[in-house]
Each structure stands twice: as structure tokens, then as C-alpha cells.
């Protein structure tokens, strides 16, 4: 299977009409994209896994045709996701990978349905609010200013070694903000302001097999956060070589290492 002969499908769910990727045939994984990210920006990520004996879905879930209400902030999201991963492998418990925000979504998910979710992977994921700001003191990622969450993206953008990458993700930034800006700016609020370490504790005292992973070129979420979501949530890590956009600029990296985590 290529890239290119990769076709998106959809459902209706919840008022919504869905447009996934369904690659690959083998144990369940259910990827959630970062913020304002497509499903197809993962393709070749999601192909290699696929390759190693996995079925690999990923929905769109900001953009497109969405209409999931965002009132309820990110339990909006992650319960939307959890029905929609309850549906497409037919009520049988599933592997979350999320990237980004759809880490924070991830982990929501994790908690609130543990019976859906058999093993988690968090990468550069929004959670745990540690923070240590441009005067060196200690804070929380709530206070961040949205400028300096954008400054960062521009910022990771540039030192993307993988530069073919580099136009999908902005058009699909720009469009999503020409389409809805107020939408997108929910969105981001919501990934600045959560705090997930109650749900992190409950992951922990249930002993889910999680495996956090941060790259040390990332700006976007700090090393500190990702520190305080490894101890909060129990979790395997591993630090490597990249920018926040590991998750699909290194397919190759990505499916072995991921691949040997679910096959444990």
C-alpha cells in the first residue's frame, strides 16, 4: 500500500459527518492528530505502522465538516473520540496514540473510558501545566501567553528537517483559520489551559501501560511539561532527535518505536 492509493472514508456520528484513515489490518490503534492537523499529514507514519501488522484509524476531528460542541472544553472532544473509536472496531478496546493535543485528548479519553483503551502513547503532548517562563521562573503553561504558543510553532517550523512536510501543515493551519477562525482559537485556548493531572493519577493507579515521547528540538511543549507528565501518569519515556513534529517526519522511527511498545 502507498500514500497515494490511501482514500479517505467517512461516517455520521453525532450530528457530524467524519473523515478518516483506516490502514492496515491487525490490532487496533486509534491515532488522534495535534491541533489543527489532518489525518493525511500522518500518512506515511501510519503506513509503517500499518506495515508492522496493525489496523491504524485516525479521524479528523477539528476541521472539515466537524460540529462537535467544544463547551465542555476537552471532554468534549475526547468523548467524542471515544465513541467514534468505540464505533468504527465495533466496541473492542483499542491502542491511543496522540500527538499534541490529541494527547491531551488521549489521556481525557484514557481516563474516562479505561474500558476502550488497552495502552496509550503520548507524543509532545498538552496535559500537565509545568512551566519555566522566558524569566526563568517557575510557572504554569496557562500562562503562556498565545503569542508565545504561536512563536513556537514558527519556531519548530523552521527547524524541520523533513521540509516536504512543511507545506500540507500550513495550508492546513491557514485553511482551518480562514474557514472558522473562531473555532481554531477555542481549540488553542483549550490546549493552553488544560490541566490533566487528576486524569493522569487515575491512569497510574490502574497501571495502564503508557509511553510518553518528547523530542529535544521541541519548543513547543517544554521539556518541564513533558518531565511532569512522565512521573504524573506512570509512564515509560524516551527522549530522541526531532521537533514537535516527530510524529510525521520520522515514519520510520515512529513505527518501530511504537511497534515495539504495543508488541510488548
Given at each position: 500500500?502507498?500514500?497515494?492509493?490511501?482514500?479517505?472514508?467517512?461516517?455520521?456520528?453525532?450530528?457530524?459527518?467524519?473523515?478518516?484513515?483506516d490502514?492496515g489490518?491487525?490490532?487496533?490503534?486509534?491515532m488522534?492528530?495535534?491541533?489543527?492537523?489532518?489525518?493525511?499529514?500522518?500518512?506515511?507514519?501510519?503506513?509503517?505502522?500499518?506495515?508492522?501488522?496493525?489496523r491504524?484509524?485516525?479521524?479528523?476531528?477539528?476541521?472539515?465538516?466537524?460540529?462537535i460542541?467544544?463547551?465542555?472544553?476537552?471532554?468534549?472532544?475526547?468523548?467524542?473520540?471515544?465513541?467514534?473509536?468505540?464505533?468504527?472496531?465495533?466496541?473492542?478496546?483499542?491502542?491511543?496514540?496522540?500527538?499534541?493535543l490529541?494527547?491531551?485528548?488521549?489521556t481525557?479519553?484514557?481516563?474516562?473510558?479505561?474500558?476502550?483503551?488497552?495502552?496509550?502513547v503520548?507524543?509532545?503532548?498538552?496535559?500537565?501545566?509545568?512551566?519555566?517562563?522566558?524569566?526563568?521562573?517557575?510557572?504554569?503553561?496557562?500562562?503562556?501567553s498565545?503569542?508565545?504558543?504561536?512563536?513556537?510553532?514558527?519556531?519548530?517550523?523552521?527547524?524541520t528537517?523533513?521540509?516536504?512536510?512543511?507545506?500540507?501543515?500550513?495550508?492546513?493551519?491557514?485553511?482551518?483559520f480562514?474557514?472558522?477562525?473562531?473555532?481554531?482559537?477555542?481549540?488553542?485556548?483549550?490546549?493552553?489551559?488544560?490541566?490533566?493531572?487528576?486524569?493522569?493519577a487515575?491512569?497510574?493507579?490502574?497501571?495502564?501501560?503508557?509511553?510518553?515521547?518528547?523530542?529535544?528540538d521541541?519548543?513547543?511543549?517544554?521539556r518541564?511539561?513533558f518531565?511532569?507528565?512522565?512521573?504524573?501518569?506512570?509512564?515509560?519515556?524516551?527522549?530522541?532527535?526531532?521537533?514537535?513534529?516527530?510524529?510525521?517526519?520520522?515514519?520510520?522511527?515512529?513505527?518501530?518505536?511504537?511497534?515495539?511498545?504495543?508488541?510488548?
Amino acid at each position: 500500500m502507498t500514500r497515494q492509493s490511501v482514500k479517505s472514508q467517512s461516517i455520521f456520528l453525532d450530528g457530524s459527518k467524519v473523515s478518516f484513515l483506516d490502514v492496515g489490518t491487525g490490532g487496533n490503534v486509534l491515532m488522534v492528530p495535534g491541533w489543527s492537523l489532518s489525518p493525511r499529514i500522518y500518512c506515511d507514519s501510519v503506513l509503517e505502522l500499518a506495515r508492522q501488522g496493525y489496523r491504524v484509524v485516525v479521524p479528523e476531528i477539528y476541521g472539515g465538516s466537524s460540529k462537535i460542541n467544544l463547551d465542555n472544553g476537552l471532554s468534549s472532544l475526547s468523548n467524542f473520540v471515544a465513541r467514534f473509536g468505540e464505533f468504527v472496531f465495533g466496541g473492542e478496546t483499542f491502542s491511543l496514540i496522540g500527538h499534541s493535543l490529541g494527547g491531551g485528548i488521549s489521556t481525557s479519553l484514557a481516563a474516562n473510558h479505561p474500558l476502550l483503551v488497552s495502552r496509550l502513547v503520548l507524543i509532545s503532548s498538552v496535559g500537565h501545566p509545568d512551566w519555566i517562563d522566558r524569566k526563568g521562573l517557575s510557572s504554569t503553561l496557562g500562562n503562556r501567553s498565545i503569542n508565545d504558543w504561536a512563536g513556537a510553532f514558527l519556531v519548530d517550523l523552521r527547524r524541520t528537517k523533513e521540509r516536504s512536510y512543511l507545506p500540507q501543515v500550513i495550508v492546513e493551519a491557514v485553511g482551518e483559520f480562514a474557514k472558522n477562525p473562531a473555532r481554531v482559537v477555542k481549540c488553542a485556548l483549550i490546549a493552553k489551559a488544560v490541566d490533566l493531572r487528576a486524569e493522569m493519577a487515575q491512569i497510574k493507579s490502574r497501571q495502564l501501560p503508557v509511553l510518553c515521547i518528547w523530542t529535544k528540538d521541541d519548543v513547543v511543549i517544554p521539556r518541564e511539561s513533558f518531565l511532569g507528565l512522565v512521573d504524573a501518569i506512570g509512564a515509560s519515556s524516551v527522549e530522541l532527535d526531532g521537533t514537535h513534529s516527530w510524529a510525521f517526519e520520522a515514519p520510520m522511527q515512529f513505527s518501530g518505536l511504537i511497534s515495539g511498545f504495543l508488541a510488548d
